[in-house]
């Protein structure tokens, strides 16, 4: 924690002048072009140590803000297929050709070699259905706000969030 700190001050220190300068009068910043989007929180502001949005590109900010939400959302996922098999199986085949049952299959890495090769084809195209059918992106909303996607991104279950600032207290 304190090495992340050490690395801000210098950060701060080049683009103010001072690791104990003011942010206020750094008006020049191409940052400062996204101080005002959902999720910058005081005293930092909004936050790029690697300097992806130093162009100050609105669009490509929100291509990254879109990625970033989807990743996420990608990784909640693979967590939950992680942890669930601990706790509950589906009763039946997993490939009745291949004679492998829902419960013949390991959990965690281990699942990767018992799952058919057939079987993980219809798993990234469920995948990709999902993604480029269900989830696509509209250009007129906001990153990670899918028009067939409900509250809490289940396809069509509860509807859009149409309060959109109840949609940023919620975030």
Known sequence: LAMMAI?????QDGLTGSAWGDW???VDSPLRAFENELGVQAPVGYFDPLGFAKDGDAEEFKRRREVELKNGRVAMFATLGYIVPEYFRWPGYL???ADVTFDQV???LGAFGAVPFLGWVQIFVFCGLVDFGLYRADPSR????YENAGILGVPNASGPMSDVEGRKRKL
């Open 7 to 11: 690395i801000g001050m210098f950060y």
């Open 24 to 26: 206020a009068n750094y």
């Open 95 to 97: 490939s009745p050709s």
């Open 106 to 108: 390991p959990n965690g």
């Open 142 to 145: 906001d990153p990670g706000d």
